[in-house]
Nanobody, 124 residues
Framework: EAQLVESGGGLVQAGGSLRLSCAAS????????VGWFRQVPGKDHEGVSC????????YYTDAVKGRFTISSDDAKNTVYLQMNSLKPDDTAVYYC?????????????????WGQGTQVTVSS
């Protein structure tokens, strides 16, 4: 069974950093785009970042450019999201998604395998 498991969320003060991890089991990221979405109560999922393992391209939404970095470790079959200079507006549940068909383009519409989500809370 294909699964994604996120970890690394937590509570941090504004200006701090967190690193989210997305580990895959039952499949590899080799031929997929892997993205991070976030959601706050009452709002739709927002595409945050993406890395396309097929061509190496990356995507960041404007709100996180220069602060977040997406990367992958093939040996660990894991994708990371390094989040620096966090702001209260970054508070959300962050989800990892892998998709073999869509790429890392705006609007980000990955929708194959989803993780369970990890809460990120940034205090002011």
């Amino acid at each position: 069974e294909a699964q994604l498991v996120e970890s690394g969320g937590g509570l941090v003060q504004a200006g701090g950093s967190l690193r989210l991890s997305c580990a895959a089991s039952g499949f590899t990221f080799d031929d997929r785009a892997v993205g991070w979405f976030r959601q706050v109560p009452g709002k739709d999922h927002e595409g945050v970042s993406c890395i396309n393992r097929r061509d190496g391209s990356t995507y960041y939404t404007d709100a996180v450019k220069g602060r977040f970095t997406i990367s992958s470790d093939d040996a660990k079959n894991t994708v990371y999201l390094q989040m620096n200079s966090l702001k209260p507006d970054d508070t959300a549940v962050y989800y990892c998604v892998a998709d073999p068909y869509y790429g890392c383009v705006e609007p980000l519409i990955l929708d194959d395998v989803w993780g369970q989500g990890t809460q990120v809370t940034v205090s002011s």
